[in-house]
């Protein structure tokens, strides 16, 4: 499945990561791009109607929020998690880039 980027602060976040994190999370992307809807715990996880987080194990544990529209993977937005909870900026964040895209 054709992988996106709805901006280029996903890639401006994962350029910024340190070596080993970069590597785990381009792996993850590939997971993604391979098996797409197929995908699930540990790697994906749904997070509401049509949002989905792809996550990255490691020292630092990374999420990126992404989305399925018009057959393709749109990655939303990315953090690094430093609690249990989802912080809601991020939610925001993700949600006016997927209400963005879906009124497109």
Do not use: W
């Not at 749904?46 to 929020?65: C, D, H, P, Q, S």
């Not at 937005?77 to 879906?102: A, E, G, N, V």
């Amino acid at each position: 499945m054709n992988l996106q980027l709805i901006d280029n602060s996903v890639a401006k976040f994962i350029n910024r990561l340190e070596k080993s994190l970069y590597a785990k999370t381009l792996r993850s992307i590939d997971l993604l791009e391979r098996f797409a809807y197929k995908l699930c715990l540990p790697h994906s996880k749904k997070v509401a109607k049509n949002l989905f987080e792809l996550r990255v194990r490691g020292k630092k544990e990374i999420r990126i929020f992404y989305t399925f529209h018009k057959r393709q993977i749109f990655l939303l937005h990315c953090f690094i998690k430093k609690s249990q909870k989802i912080p809601q900026r991020d939610i925001k964040t993700t949600l006016q880039k997927l209400k963005y895209l879906t009124n497109k």
